[in-house]
């Protein structure tokens, strides 16, 4: 039997049908013949190389089991399931996505399934076509309403199964049982070659200065695996600057070091990689934003506010309403980001984190700290920027021979834990690291990734993100490389 990662007790109240269930391993036995099945399948989320491929394993796995097995592919993610938007997946549409990036089979979505009402309607779909089992492929949030969703279903015997794939570039869905998301290693790839290829232009012309953010928001594992692939002059690790407590001073006089010390040598030239998501983990600005958003949320209603159009004038407003020491930091930040700050928030009320130019602000900050240190002699070079966002060009690349044979691996297994009767589950395939003739099939309990967090305000169960392991040896092979990248080209 398995246990929730942590608030067991609360989680195995809310999932009592599909809680404690144990990690399963295949092992070879007899070919049987079982009845034909009908299956729907999900895409959900942003998109990640491969995932044409899990759906093909999984129509070759369910046509294997019965060739009048059939597959339907719900239409742009899992709003198609609660709207009825459905296509059914033949041989013939199959064969022209095998093997190729996107998600364009089906299109995705980021429809939350999360209440009854949701779900009541699901169950109608599932009946009115035979369905029997669900594959929902997609990230941590994806398959936490994977989880609430077979919970559902066993509570109310509705006979459908639900499997998860696990899938995210962002590499943040992953535990002793799933080695890594699929995505992860083809979107490192081509982000790592488009950096390979502004080093190479660096050295060539040797007089700019390019500041590079890389997705990931929550988790730093794609900027970290860039890096070890690359080997830049800077990298930062969003965890590190949370654990460290890094104010943004302090990593603008990091970064203004090294460019002085490069420019000092006569190299007036580096590449810089960014986290998107570090502005978030920089203490001073987590709990600014937070306040932000606050602030924010009651000015709608605020006739005084809403009159204002010089953007000085809604900047001075809001220092005004903010806590002394976050009107402080906010009262710092370069114009362009203020504004960035101050730009639509999402559904939640929140700051669109992936919009804020992180870059530029470094840049413009680092400008300021390099103009002082040259009125002391400490700089005597040259500054120039160019800044780039590497995220959309990564996420539907044509998957790397890995993720092309390990997401068809992830949805042949998902058809062999349905056809053994089980729900609530994570398709696992493990020892990645071997030839896959040696690979590990398997599956483990969603629950048993399980946590509570607060989300708008309430606590709910969510699949624990993993982050980077300041312990671990990938972040240990940067820090150890840190200065000898920081100098060298």
Partial sequence: ????????????????NTYGMPLITFEAGEAVQLPAMNVGVILSGGQAPGGHNVISGL????????????????????????????????????????????????????????????FAIAAEVCKKHGITAIVIIG?????????????????????????????????DL?????????????????????????????????KYWHFVKVMGRSATHVALEVALQTQPNITLISEEVEEKKMSLKQIVDYMADIIARRANAGKNFGVALIPEGLIEFIPEMKTMIANLNDVMSTLEQDASYNKLTVPADKFNFIE??????????????????????????????NVQVSKIETEKLLIEMIKVKLDEMKSQGEFAGKFSDQCHFFGYEGRCAFPSNFDANYCYALGFNAYALMQSGMTGYLSSIRNTTAPSTEWVAGGVPLTMMMNMEKRHGHMKPVIQKALVRLDGPVFKKLEANRENWAMND
């Fill in 59 to 118: 129509f070759d796995g369910i046509k294997k089991l019965n060739p009048e097995s059939k597959l339907y592919g719900f239409i742009l993610g899992p709003g198609g399931l609660v709207d009825h938007n459905y296509m059914e997946l033949t041989a013939d549409i199959i064969d022209e996505y095998r093997n190729t990036g996107g998600f364009d089979i089906i299109g995705s979505g980021r429809t939350k399934l999360e209440t009854n009402e949701q």
């Fill in 174 to 206: 992953k535990n002793e049982q799933i080695e890594i998301s699929f995505g992860f290693d083809t979107a490192t790839k081509t982000y790592a070659e488009l950096v390979g290829n502004i080093q190479r232009d660096v050295n060539s012309a040797k």
């Fill in 139 to 171: 990230g941590d949030d994806s398959n936490t309403n994977a989880a609430v969703l077979a919970e559902y279903f066993a509570a109310n015997n509705t006979g459908v199964q639900v499997i998860g794939c696990p899938k995210t570039i962002d590499g």
């Fill in 1 to 16: 039997a398995t246990q929730s990662v942590a608030d067991q007790e609360a989680i195995k109240a809310l999932f009592p």
């Fill in 320 to 349: 005004s309403r903010l806590e002394p020491n976050n009107a402080k930091v906010f009262e710092s930040l370069p114009v362009l980001i203020k504004a960035q700050l101050l730009m639509d928030r999402d559904p939640h009320g």
